[in-house]
């Protein structure tokens, strides 16, 4: 038989609209997958269902000598379920019966007789890496853009389609669920030390090493012995408890059950038989219907939305000039860098640069491990006393102290300097850009990229335009945080922008409830407890109290807020938070928090939870009525990704819709005349549009 006529005889019941089949000289069966119209291999009904008709026909090949699994894709393997599709369930029976149904057909493609592969080469994620585990074998690029894992935790849900079974059964309980659990991804590398893929090689030998295994058939990868006995029922019962302990540390069942489902099922039933795959199935139907889920999902569209912004600009720099040093300069500097970009940074002497070097390299070793390449990135970051590095520049941002006499001086010196097409930033953190632009001959050119510390953890950026901006130069700088992978918020030009402006209320009533006498750790714990990350006394303490204090001085000027006198009295004494050892907390040499003594406290913590929740929603709505952001989908984006505002809740606008703005605001009224306040002219309903 021919190569036409075996490729005829595969494709003979049906076209294919996601799927290319191919037969090349060796008798091998290339399955690639391409979905219609996308640029993004995602799974849904309909890919499935074509895939099962594929296997069907693959169950009676005696044709093939193998199967290899590719993506037709140039942007990687595939990226997963299609999230589309969690709003189109009916219901629970809905959501387990289609999970019931994958899991099924990726039972039948596991059973296949004739050998089967994986070659991925980029992301393979959730679905994506569920639909490659019943592979016989399995072979990834061994670059860090590979990326594999099951990340549907952080979607509230957990994998449905046999990962939270094939997974550990493979590597290994302690392994296995941790990626299960945390929603990690690992790269190819370190996917084949673990067991996960059975080798990892350049892109250049993908082809020959996938085809390498369907010839010559090695041994399948079994699990180890001792991987085989984390699994047995005496071993969960010891493992589960350990797990789950923590597991709480890190994350709360009320706010994020599906950690601690899909734990459950593996403790109760293991990874052995059909009932372990039955209880993922209808344990992640349920999950797909929990507020978490809903609020989730909100979130992974907000983070697309934000991605998407300027997708059309066509923009490629390649030198970024950074002036000052400090934390967050330098940091920008290493974070550009690191992305591969040529970085000069300059301040006014050596010894202040070299601490943001020293920082630099331990960036670079944490997230390249490799030394070849982590001196590659040094190489890039080059010490600019002099500033010769303006003229050259295609991105030139300013990152000097809060004062805007400086700050002007800085722009004059630049922009006599800077080409005429290179962006001008400030990171400013709250003056506006109309006060500082005033000195330059071209005020339009100022735009505003402002940075949230720690710059390596923090993916959010705010994009500030003035009045007079340019918008093919916010277009720009929208581009260019894109490609140092970080996400742009286009916000207006006034006082602490979005961010500071909304989080700023915030810490001051954290500080006037610590002048009422409530211990500043039941303060973070109500708050913790609320779903932030941590507390707004710590928060204080991490990003600086002198940050704080410049900040709230500033904003003060504007909306006549008086600075508490604590924060003055500490930043006095030199008490500015974890970079000193000491602010409102004290930190050891690591800079980790000594634990204080518990404060005694007899009230609900959801008292001060709300009162300090409520602040920040009535900025949260002042903003959106004057316009610092065009909505208020882009306002809870901002505050997600640039305060950790409890994700599960889906935003400060939305979590006040869930619980009825009306009702939030006039518990605020009441709260300011219980203080003998003023209450607010406005009722928030007018602009929760």
């Given at each position: 038989m021919t190569m036409t006529q075996i490729d005829k005889h595969l494709n003979k019941h049906q076209s294919y609209q996601h799927w290319r089949l191919e037969t090349d000289n060796d008798n091998i069966l290339w399955l690639y997958f391409d979905k219609q119209n996308t640029s993004v291999n995602t799974i849904d009904r309909a890919v499935m269902e074509e895939f099962s008709a594929i296997v069907d026909q693959l169950a009676t090949d005696t044709i093939h000598k193998g199967v290899i699994l590719a993506s037709a894709k140039k942007s990687g393997f595939i990226a997963g379920a299609d999230i589309a599709q969690f709003n189109c369930f009916k219901d629970i029976d809905d959501s387990t019966s289609l999970l019931r149904r994958g899991q099924q057909i990726l039972a039948k493609f596991e059973a296949l007789k004739i050998p089967t592969v994986a070659m991925i080469d980029g992301f393979c994620l959730g679905g994506g890496?569920?639909?490659?585990?019943?592979?016989?074998?399995r072979v990834a690029e061994e670059s860090a853009k590979t990326r594999l894992g099951l990340p549907e935790v952080k979607l509230g849900i957990h994998p449905g389609w046999g990962g939270t079974v094939r997974l550990p059964k493979l590597i290994g309980a302690q392994q296995g669920l941790n990626l299960v659990l945390s929603g990690h991804t690992v790269s190819g590398k370190v996917a084949a030390k673990l067991g996960i893929a059975d080798a990892a090689v350049p892109q250049r030998q993908l082809v020959h090493a996938a085809k390498y295994y369907v010839l010559h058939t090695p041994p399948v990868h079994r699990a180890s012995m001792l991987q085989t006995f984390s699994n047995y029922k005496i071993m969960r019962q010891i493992l589960g408890s350990y797990i789950r302990k923590q597991l709480e540390k890190k994350a709360n069942p009320l706010h994020y059950p599906a950690p601690y489902h899909a734990l459950d099922?593996?403790?109760?039933?293991?990874?052995?038989?059909?009932?372990?795959?039955?209880?993922?199935?209808r344990s992640c139907g349920k999950l797909f219907f929990s507020e978490t889920c809903h609020n989730l999902v909100r979130v992974f569209f907000l983070q697309d939305r934000l991605k998407g912004l300027a997708r059309e600009v066509s923009y490629a720099p390649q030198h970024v000039h950074v002036i000052g040093a400090g934390t967050m300069g330098g940091d920008i500097a290493a974070w550009c860098a690191l992305q591969g970009l040529t970085v000069t940074l300059q301040d006014l002497?050596?010894?202040?640069?070299?601490?943001?070097?020293?920082?630099?390299?331990?960036l670079f070793k944490e997230k390249l491990k490799e030394n070849n390449l982590v001196q590659q990135a040094m190489d890039r970051l080059i010490p600019d006393i002099k500033g010769n590095g303006i003229a050259k520049a295609d991105v030139i941002i300013e990152a000097v102290i809060e004062d805007l006499a400086v700050k002007q001086a800085t722009?004059?010196?630049?922009?006599?300097?800077?080409?005429?097409?290179?962006?001008?930033?400030?990171?400013?953190?709250?003056?506006?850009?109309d006060e500082i632009n005033t000195v330059l001959q071209r005020p339009e050119r100022l735009v505003g990229i402002h940075y949230f510390n720690p710059v390596a953890k923090m993916q959010l950026v705010e994009i500030v335009?003035?009045?007079?901006?340019?918008?093919?130069?916010?277009d720009k700088a929208i581009s260019f945080v894109r490609k140092i992978d970080r996400l742009p918020l286009p916000v207006k030009s006034s006082p602490g922008f979005l961010v500071n402006r909304i989080l700023m209320p915030y810490l001051l009533e954290s500080m006037e409830l610590l002048k009422?006498?409530?211990?500043?750790?039941?303060?973070?714990?109500?708050?913790?407890?609320?779903?932030?990350p941590m507390g707004p006394i710590t928060l204080a303490d991490t990003v600086g109290l002198d940050v704080c204090l410049s900040v709230a001085k500033y904003l003060g000027q504007y909306f006549h807020t008086p600075v508490p006198q604590r924060l003055l009295d500490l930043v006095d004494q030199r008490k500015l938070g974890r970079k000193t050892g000491a602010g409102f907390y004290q930190y050891d040499k690591r800079g980790k928090q000594i634990k204080p003594e518990e404060g005694s406290y007899d009230q609900p913590l959801d008292q001060i939870s709300n009162r300090l929740v409520l602040r920040m929603l009535n900025e949260a709505f002042a903003c959106l009525r004057e316009g610092v952001v065009a909505d208020g989908d882009l306002l809870d984006a901002g505050m997600i990704f640039g305060t950790g505002f409890a994700p599960f809740r889906g935003g400060p606008i939305h979590y006040a819709k869930s619980q009825g703005i009306h009702e939030l605001y006039q518990q605020f009224v009441q709260q300011q005349q219980a203080r003998g306040e003023q209450s607010e002219e406005h009722v928030w309903d007018e602009v929760a549009v």
């Open positions: 890496l569920e639909l490659v585990l019943p592979c016989r074998y099922n593996w403790e109760l039933v293991g990874v052995e038989g059909e009932e372990p795959y039955i209880r993922e199935a002497e050596p010894r202040f640069i070299a601490p943001a070097i020293k920082r630099a390299y331990a722009f004059k010196m630049i922009e006599a300097k800077a080409k005429p097409d290179a962006i001008l930033a400030t990171n400013t953190s709250s003056i506006p850009l335009k003035s009045e007079c901006a340019n918008q093919a130069i916010i009422e006498g409530v211990p500043m750790t039941v303060i973070d714990k109500a708050m913790v407890q609320f779903g932030m």
